[in-house]
């Protein structure tokens, strides 16, 4: 996949190695885990496969992380550091992935953003997102209906 930039801040997409982006996964791993009301995506899952985003000097600024399925790819996390919050880094990545998936057939590309994330939900659907699903969740210390 050649590499997408934004014109914002010259901000380089490209597929990564796990091994580029595992610190990156460590600082959303403690992010996730400081906010007890968060349910985190696994920082690297199985079988993932990679995005950077990058500084015009080289510096990680974000990653997203994907999983193929047969019906498209599954994306999450999604995450940038707080530095490069809302200067393009996740438009960057979300925008990469779009394109990778175009260029590979992939015929859907999903996401997930919490319920209560408004801003998040606004910014997906800026790119194009509809929801299609809504995914429901009980935590088992949760009260139950009797």
Do not use: K
Not at 40 to 65: K, V
Not at 68 to 95: D, K
Request: negative net charge.
């Amino acid at each position: 996949m050649s590499e997408d930039t934004t014109d914002q801040q010259q901000i380089t997409v490209r597929r990564a190695r796990i091994e580029e982006i595992r610190p990156l996964a460590v600082e959303y791993r403690a992010e996730q885990e400081s906010d007890p009301e968060a349910l985190p995506d696994p920082p690297l899952p199985q079988g993932g496969i990679f995005w950077l985003a990058s500084d015009a000097d080289g510096t990680p600024l974000g990653y997203a992380a994907g999983t193929l399925r047969p019906a498209g790819c599954t994306i999450g996390p999604v995450f940038a550091r707080p530095t490069a919050r809302r200067r393009g880094a996740g438009e960057a990545l979300i925008t990469a992935i779009q394109a990778w998936a175009e260029d590979t057939r992939v015929p859907v590309v999903e996401i997930s953003v919490a319920a209560d994330n408004e801003g998040g939900r606004r910014f997906l659907e800026a790119l194009g997102y509809q929801p299609r699903r809504v995914l429901m969740s009980l935590t088992p210390t949760e009260h139950r209906p009797t």
